[in-house]
């Protein structure tokens, strides 16, 4: 069976964000007014996170989009009382949307900071609705989300590879910000697999996590940058 | 019906049953805040939780802390009889009663609180439809759950002697004192059965006492966020629990007394030790806290030290340092010295404790939040108005719980207060010769 | 009284009530719409669809593929045949439905009832409003008045571009203004031909960009970031070095290896300093040099006159002192840099905006130029490469009438025209341009638009400068029409993108060359039989007929890796693979474009169009427009750059620049860019304006407080975010926001930069510069 991982190699990273603009236009990710963005509601599920380190001139900011990290040890699981979060065997993180309760206990408990809350009940615009996928269930007010590896994708793998009578293995199926990422940064497979490129990058030696040692596990992994000297 | 006796403690008795202007002008005040808050709950049922201060990362605010809030004060009550109880100290007879029916309504109070706090509360039947046990909040519904029962039937078993003495004297609502009083005549089989219960009860709801809050603590620290993470949180929060509970009894207390004359039940000598009480758990709290953030210092490591210093320097500072003073600075000048610990100061360092305390939750749930391990920006959490609103009616609801309890119910427990006098002298001595050391040594026989 | 069974009774019916209410609660808390929608799209089996078409939210060209849901478009993504992007997309390129299903699309032709800019209108139908501009058109033409009919155009190239010109042409009017460039004027005189040209990135092994935002907002987004992800992870090469350039630490000076922060206005100097590290350490290509330059050493000219060359200049003037007292960059990152560049080659110098948006910026792209000729790495691989186009059928020639002749014998007007009060526009057309909200100063702009007689508007949506429009003749969006798209910036292999309609147009709008072509035919004469076809998909049919004939390139497809078609193009082979035109035709629109290999000159000096036949660090043409000119003034050469604003007054400088998210502007209206719009300063929906934490202190700004910017041109508002990014003295803000106009989302968020900024022009080139504009900071 397959463990869906990621790897996003920083060198190669632009920080463009067309991951975060494809991650929401393929979820059906809402949008919530400017005056509640700004008090900190937009629901993004994948983000740029910046690492700002020095002072003019020698400064240096690393920007890392981080989706949900898929911890193969995920702290958010373990406090849902209603089995609303939870991991499944090929070891994605996915939520029931319709069985939370809206405790936001898993938000809290996020070490990353990925899962988002519906404060309101989504307010779709003529532009947003018109183009809703149909493959991804919308969300309503008061429940948690975040993403899901694309698992509506995964779910098409499958029912393709049950027709041939096979299993989905690497390649089968990729997420939406890995096939949009211009500059092929992000690596989305099987990291059990050994012929898995996701597998191999995944064990490179530029390859860390994020708060590794909080020992959450995650299963999106980062290739440092390059050396930088001139 | 008349019985003469009880004027021997009528004063217990004449707020049931001559009732004054001032309670329906209370009742009048108190049910309008509790509807406006009922309001705009349903208000934030209909829009969303949007209506409140909360964001990402700060999922938690308001309704969580006064719900660790609540619940803490909850301890006044039934642990505090208990342990009274249980040590046989004899000056807890006129104020037992008090504490357990704080724990009860508090209790009621506190454990609605998640529940405002839900995105979906329709859907709270999922909780034992789909309940995850390993799940802190699970729990928490648990360890309410049994500590509400146990501490009602806890505060209705004492109270039965007391509602057939009103039954007795025709005070009305008649059905409601026949109804409650469960038959009890007084005789020495129901006197034995129901002293059995209560020591049962009073044994079996220390530990639940105790298991509530550490569990609360729990979901806090079974998480892995800076500033929860920690092995101390259990007693921590069982300690800050009683702490709080008895500075609300103490409240409670000096209100009934001023407001119902009962400085004859209620003597300087009551508060005095219960005051002397809460300058011991005072300086245990600090004793915790000084610890839990020592500790915390030492580990130096970045994500504690961030939210670390937003409490000690940052945005909380004012908070933090409020409640060092509130909780212990405050509580300690007052209390050591005997001159100013008399009924005013107490009241003083009761109030402070009790804002206080407050402050401890709002410090422990928010700064963690807003201080998210990945370099985002800061969060920023200001309640809102419905949050607000929905504080101020859970307070109003426990002081409207508390008139109507004494509206209906003695706040004193009269029968123990009778059978003190009775029995107390008597058996003190008794005990007290028991235990004292025999002159030479002599094996007593 | 009431019996304990009974009390149970109630206990009872209160539980139900509690369930009940729950029941109840479910039930008004359950968006019943959205459980509809959602139950529609679960229950129907849907038919899916893809159908391939080109990006146009920039000018990046990409190709895309639209996800149709029982041929509803719901999802765009990259097409992978394409050339440009492979599949993939950038921010922009996600949201191009917000685009098509926008609430706030024009849906049929207006005509202006209400005074100009208050934005009140009335439908009309299409024949009413092209009888109305066709009258003004034939009047101004009666009037021998042609030349008085100003094209202002943002966004054409391929056979739209010619379509507007052959138009312009046919009926008399030298006026078609282009602003969509990014005009290489420098390049042109130094080489000869256009100056299009490409960077051919992947191969280099060192990048020195010169204010070249190249992940961001430059030529072809995604197309520049793959080249940067090739130079980051490629197999068997070692990792190329990036230098950036640039007075802020943009996303590419994050990225690149090291960030040289230099004093606005004086890259030239920089890039001198760097060719004098060079010559005097003999490091530049001295066979290039000698074969394929002039102007490097000290010549005589047929006169006997002695002339200095660009060496000499160079020692005499732009040693390493002196430039870094010009530059404010330390001496050693001089030497450092030029080691680096001239050492590790193939390397390449880039000229952005950054360098060339100011009044010397003719000249410091000269410089910077001047590098890539010191490194021999021009026509080559891993070098500065021209920018080939495909072959197209031209079409019959264009006749012209007596009243075109004349008109198209006056003048051309300039940019910095429109800066003055005699604009002699009698009728404006504005396509996909916006000029009240993209150009400098743009309350000088509302006064001259305002004083236009008749202005027509092709844009979709109701701009900043569409309200003063007496008509709008609304175009179809990107995803609703025929177009090619050819000519991307900066891609170095000749190709051809198919739009096409991925749906039928929502709305009652029409192509704007269809409605050219109507227009040309009705005005009738000369200019009518100028064109031929009845529209634009007729005319598009008729030019690739060459692309067809000449068998050179191919249609994009799954089996056929661009290296490998180049490798067969190399050796003569023809990758042939339709019987027949409408075969061909067939293919091309059902795989969406056609590309070809890569054009390397076989000798340079067929790259070099100059007077010299050769590359001229010494430029003669320049010499021939203006004739005394001193030798080391036609060299590259320094100029300190002019601000607007005296330093005392206005002591910081004010620096903008475009995003890969709102693009110049075009993005305001689509929530999803204005959501992610400041996504790496944690900043949605509003403008902000960086500055550096210590020039903050000194004026007592806070980070995310209120500043208000102030230049001699005006004043504006924004957040503030302290960035160490931020040099000192610099402060930078995104361009984009702050629109007035132009549908709910745009109008109102955020502030546009553009009002402050002061009309300034390049000393050479006579083009707009952006960056010349000194302020001062306080907070609000
Ligand atoms: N301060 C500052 N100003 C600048 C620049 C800068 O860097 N800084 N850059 C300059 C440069 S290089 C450029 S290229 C210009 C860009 O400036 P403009 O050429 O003005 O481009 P946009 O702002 O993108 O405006 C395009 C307009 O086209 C309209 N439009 C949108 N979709 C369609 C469509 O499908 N069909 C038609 N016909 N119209 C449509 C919209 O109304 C939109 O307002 O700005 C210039 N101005
Ligand atoms: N994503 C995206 N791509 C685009 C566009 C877009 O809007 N968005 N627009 C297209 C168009 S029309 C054009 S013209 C091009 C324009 O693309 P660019 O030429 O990249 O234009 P800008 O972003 O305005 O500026 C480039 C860089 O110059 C820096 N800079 C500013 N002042 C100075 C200076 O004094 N010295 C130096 N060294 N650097 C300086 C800025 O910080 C910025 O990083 O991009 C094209 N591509
Ligand atoms: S799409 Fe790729 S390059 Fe762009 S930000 Fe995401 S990971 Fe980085
Ligand atoms: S990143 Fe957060 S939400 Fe995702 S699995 Fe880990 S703990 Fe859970
Ligand atoms: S918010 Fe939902 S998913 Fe998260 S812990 Fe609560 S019930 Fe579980
Ligand atoms: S994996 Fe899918 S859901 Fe997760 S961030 Fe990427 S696009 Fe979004
Ligand atoms: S770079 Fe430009 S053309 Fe390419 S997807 Fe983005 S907006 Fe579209
Ligand atoms: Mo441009």
Not at chain 2, 193 to 219: D, F, G, N
Request: glycine share 8%.
């Amino acid at each position: 069976m397959a463990r869906w991982g990621m790897v996003v190699d920083l060198d190669m990273c632009t920080g463009c964000g067309a991951c975060i603009a494809a991650c929401k236009e393929e979820n059906n990710v809402a949008y919530v007014s400017p005056e509640e963005a700004e008090k900190g509601r937009a629901i993004s599920w994948m983000q740029m996170v910046n690492f700002v380190e020095g002072e003019f001139p020698n400064v240096h900011i690393k920007y890392m989009p981080r989706p949900c990290m898929h911890c193969d040890n995920p702290p958010c699981i373990k406090v849902c009382p209603v089995h609303a979060t939870f991991k499944d065997e090929e070891g994605i993180v996915g939520q029931i949307y319709e069985r939370c309760i809206g405790c936001r206990y898993c938000m809290s408990a996020c070490p990353y900071t990925v899962k988002y809350f519906n404060w309101f009940e989504p307010e779709w615009t003529e532009s947003t609705i018109a183009s809703m996928n149909p493959d991804v269930s919308l969300r309503k007010k008061g429940v948690v989300e975040k993403c899901t590896f694309c698992h509506h994708r995964l779910q098409k793998a499958r029912d393709k590879a049950r027709a041939k009578g096979m299993e989905v293995v690497d390649g089968d199926y990729t997420t939406a910000c890995a096939d949009t990422c211009p500059t092929q940064a992000i690596s989305f497979g099987d990291l059990d697999d050994p012929n898995s490129n996701t597998a191999r990058l995944s064990k490179s030696k530029r390859a860390f996590r994020m708060l590794e040692d909080l020992g959450t596990e995650p299963k999106v992994f980062y290739l440092s940058e390059g050396e930088k000297n001139v | 019906m008349f019985d003469a006796t009880d004027y021997e403690d009528f004063p217990l008795i004449e707020p049931i049953e001559n009732t004054g202007k001032a309670f329906y002008r209370t009742v009048v005040v108190l049910v309008a805040v509790i509807v406006f808050a009922l309001f705009m709950y349903v208000r934030q049922l209909r829009i969303g939780l949007g209506v409140t201060g909360l964001n990402e990362p700060v999922a938690w605010g308001f309704y969580i802390v006064n719900f660790v809030f609540f619940i803490g004060i909850s301890h006044a009550g039934t642990l505090i009889s208990a342990i009274l109880r249980l040590s046989k100290a004899e000056w807890r007879r006129p104020i037992t009663r008090m504490a357990e029916v704080i724990t009860a309504i508090v209790l009621a109070i506190g454990g609605l609180h998640p529940i405002l706090d839900l995105g979906r509360p329709d859907r709270m039947m999922n909780i034992f439809q789909s309940g995850r046990l390993q799940s802190p909040l699970l729990w928490d519904v648990t360890s309410i759950t049994a500590y509400f029962t146990a501490s009602t039937v806890y505060l209705y078993l004492p109270l039965i002697p007391d509602i057939a003495i009103l039954r007795d004297r025709g005070t009305k609502p008649k059905w409601l004192y026949e109804f409650l009083s469960w038959n009890w005549k007084g005789t020495e089989y129901q006197k034995k059965v129901l002293e059995r219960a209560i020591s049962i009860l009073m044994v079996m709801v220390i530990p639940i006492a105790i298991s509530v809050h550490t569990v609360i603590s729990y979901i806090f620290s079974m998480t892995l966020q800076p500033g929860w993470h920690s092995t101390i949180f259990g007693p921590y929060f069982v300690v800050g629990a009683i702490f709080s509970g008895i500075a609300a009894l103490l409240i409670v207390m000096i209100a009934f007394r001023k407001v119902f004359h009962l400085e004859g039940y209620l003597k300087e000598i009551h508060f005095s030790y219960l005051s002397i009480l809460l300058l011991i758990m005072s300086l245990l709290w600090f004793y915790f806290t000084f610890s839990e953030y020592l500790t915390g210092y030492f580990g130096h490591e970045p994500y504690e030290m961030k939210v670390f210093w937003y409490k000690f320097a940052g945005e909380y500072a004012p908070y933090f340092w409020t409640m060092i003073f509130c909780n212990f600075l405050f509580p300690l000048i007052i209390l050591s010295n005997k001159r100013t610990r008399k009924i005013p100061g107490i009241l003083a360092a009761s109030c402070g404790v009790v804002v206080g305390m407050w402050l401890e939750r709002l410090i422990i749930v928010v700064p963690s939040l807003t201080n998210p391990r990945l370099p985002y920006p800061q969060g920023v959490y200001i309640p809102s108005l419905t949050e607000w609103s929905l504080f101020a009616g859970a307070l109003s609801v426990f002081v409207l719980g508390f008139v109507l309890f004494a509206k209906f119910f003695p706040v004193i427990s009269i029968w123990e207060v009778r059978e003190g006098r009775e029995r107390a002298v008597r058996e003190v001595t008794e005990r007290i010769e028991s235990y004292l050391p025999t002159p030479h040594g002599a094996k007593s026989g | 009284m009431i019996k304990r069974r009974e009390f149970l009774k109630y206990v009872g019916l209160g539980g139900a009530g509690v369930l009940g209410s729950g029941w109840l609660l479910e039930k008004v808390l359950s968006d019943s719409d959205v459980q509809s929608l959602n139950a529609v799209s679960l229950t129907k089996p849907a038919v899916e669809s893809w159908v391939t078409s080109i990006c146009q939210q920039c000018p990046g060209g990409c190709g895309i593929k639209v996800r149709l849901v029982d041929r509803r478009p719901v999802k765009i993504d990259g097409s992978p045949l394409y050339p440009i992007n492979r599949g993939t997309l950038c921010p922009a390129g996600h949201s191009g439905l917000q685009v098509l299903y926008n609430p706030d699309r024009l849906t049929s032709p207006l005509r202006r009832v209400g005074t100009r800019g208050e934005n009140k209108w009335e439908p009309i139908s299409w024949d009413e409003a092209l009888l109305l501009v066709q009258k003004k058109l034939s009047e101004l033409r009666e009037k021998h008045l042609s030349h008085e009919l100003v094209f202002m155009d943002g966004d054409s190239r391929g056979l739209m571009s010619t379509l507007i010109r052959r138009f312009m042409e046919a009926y008399g009017s030298p006026n078609h203004l282009r602003t969509n460039l990014n005009a290489h004027s420098a390049v042109s005189l130094m080489q000869g031909g256009s100056g299009e040209i490409a960077y051919d990135l992947s191969n280099a092994n060192y990048v020195l960009s010169f204010g070249f935002d190249f992940l961001e907002a430059e030529g072809s987004p995604i197309w520049l970031a793959r080249m940067y992800g090739q130079l980051r992870q490629r197999a068997n090469r070692t990792r190329a070095r990036i230098v950036q350039v640039d007075t802020r630490y943009s996303i590419t000076a994050a990225k690149a290896d090291k960030w040289v922060p230099v004093n606005p206005g004086t890259e030239g100097a920089f890039a001198l300093g760097i060719a004098y590290v060079i010559v005097q350490e003999e490091l530049y290509d001295k066979e290039f040099i000698a074969k394929n330059t002039f102007g490097f050493n000290d010549w005589t000219d047929t006169k006997g006159v002695k002339h200095a060359g660009f060496t000499t200049l160079v020692m005499r003037e732009y040693y390493p002192e002196a430039v870094s007292r010009i530059t404010g960059v330390p001496i050693e990152d001089i030497i450092r840099v030029a080691r680096g560049f001239g050492q590790e080659r193939p390397s390449i110098a880039l000229s952005g905006k950054g360098a060339t948006s100011y009044s010397n910026g003719f000249w410091n792209e000269a410089a910077i130029h001047a590098l890539n000729a010191l490194v021999g790495n021009v026509g080559k691989p891993g070098g500065v490469v021209p920018q080939p186009e495909p072959p197209f059928t031209p079409q019959a020639d264009i006749i012209h009438d007596e009243i075109s002749k004349k008109g198209l014998s006056r003048r051309k007007i300039s940019e910095a025209g429109l800066y003055t009060n005699e604009f002699p526009a009698q009728v404006l057309f504005l396509y996909h341009i916006n000029p009240v909200f993209e150009f400098s100063n743009t309350k000088k702009i509302i006064d001259v638009i305002q004083k236009i007689p008749f202005i027509v508007s092709f844009s979709s949506f109701v701009d900043e400068t569409s309200e003063y429009a007496d008509v709008i003749l609304p175009d179809h969006t990107y995803l609703e029409k025929w177009q090619d798209d050819t000519e991307v910036p900066g891609i170095g292999f000749p190709h051809v993108g198919i739009r096409k309609p991925v749906v039928d147009p929502l709305h009652n709008t029409r192509h704007t060359g269809d409605v050219l072509i109507r227009l040309a035919h009705a005005l009738g004469g000369t200019v009518s039989t100028s064109f031929g076809h009845s529209d634009f998909l007729s005319l598009m049919k008729h030019s690739f007929r060459k692309m067809y004939e000449s068998g050179s390139g191919s249609v994009v497809s799954e089996e056929f890796e661009e290296s490998m078609m180049i490798y067969l193009e190399k050796r003569g082979w023809k990758v042939e693979r339709a019987a027949s035109f409408d075969e061909f035709w067939g293919q091309l629109v059902e795989k969406g474009g056609w590309v070809a290999a890569p054009r390397y000159p076989t000798s340079l000096p067929d790259m070099f169009q100059t007077s010299s036949g050769k590359f001229e660090f010494y430029l003669h043409s320049l010499k021939e427009k203006s004739q005394n000119k001193d030798d080391q003034l036609l060299l590259p050469h320094y100029e300190p750059p002019e601000f607007i604003g005296f330093e005392n007054d206005y002591p910081l400088y004010f620096k903008i620049y475009d995003t890969n998210t709102l693009f110049g502007g075009t993005g305001a209206n689509q929530e999803m860019l204005l959501e992610m719009v400041g996504h790496r300063f944690y900043q949605r929906w509003d403008s902000w304006v960086e500055i550096n934490p210590e020039t903050a202190a000194d004026l007592g700004i806070n980070h995310d407080e209120l500043v208000s910017i102030e230049s001699s041109s005006g004043r504006i508002e924004a957040r503030a975010k302290l960035f160490p990014g931020a040099m000192p003295d610099v402060i930078s803000m995104p361009v984009g926001l702050g629109h007035t106009s132009y549908g709910r989302f745009a109008k109102n968020r955020g502030v546009n930069p553009n009002e402050i900024i002061a009309e300034k022009f390049d000393s050479v080139s006579k083009t707009a510069v952006k960056f010349s504009t000194r302020v001062r900071v306080h907070k609000v």
